[in-house]
């Protein structure tokens, strides 16, 4: 399997893990979603939202277009409802875009500057390893303050995705 094979696979695995949480999630009251939590960006549906915007920016970057972020923990956060509908859209456009790819674009470095401040400079490929892993992480947190409210999250682990798949 290629790299632009490999990354145009993770995006799948991102689409499909972030389906079943969020259909966990629908299940949960929205006060539930939004109550404090002693984490970072502070609710769940807000660790949601941060995931959601930084998947914009990154968008953003990959088209080479201002994204006009100035937090990574936006102070207006939609509804769960809302956020949903536009998880599902930006995981389909990931997909589409890492589906243009071929190993020479993989390759092309972008540069960027951090919503902190400073340069950067990534290929695309790592670009989007870096969109998909981000996502992981949160999910990890999701799933941690999911276990406090005695929900249990969904298994989103790429081994289960990769058996689903075939």
Partial sequence: MSHAQHIQMLTRYREWADRLLYQSLAAMPESALA?????????LLRTLHHVYCMDRVWQAHLEGVP??????????????????DAQANIDDWYIHFAKTLDARA???TIHFTFIGGGQGAMRRGDILLHVVNHATYHR????????????SPPTTDLPVFLREAD
């Fill in 106 to 108: 993989c390759d092309e």
């Fill in 67 to 84: 994204h006009g972020f100035t937090s990574r923990n936006p102070d207006d956060c939609p509804a769960f409802d809302v956020l949903r």
């Fill in 140 to 151: 990890g947190h999701i799933a941690m303050m999911m276990y406090g409210m005695a929900t």
């Fill in 35 to 43: 109550r404090e939590q002693p984490i970072v960006f502070g609710s």
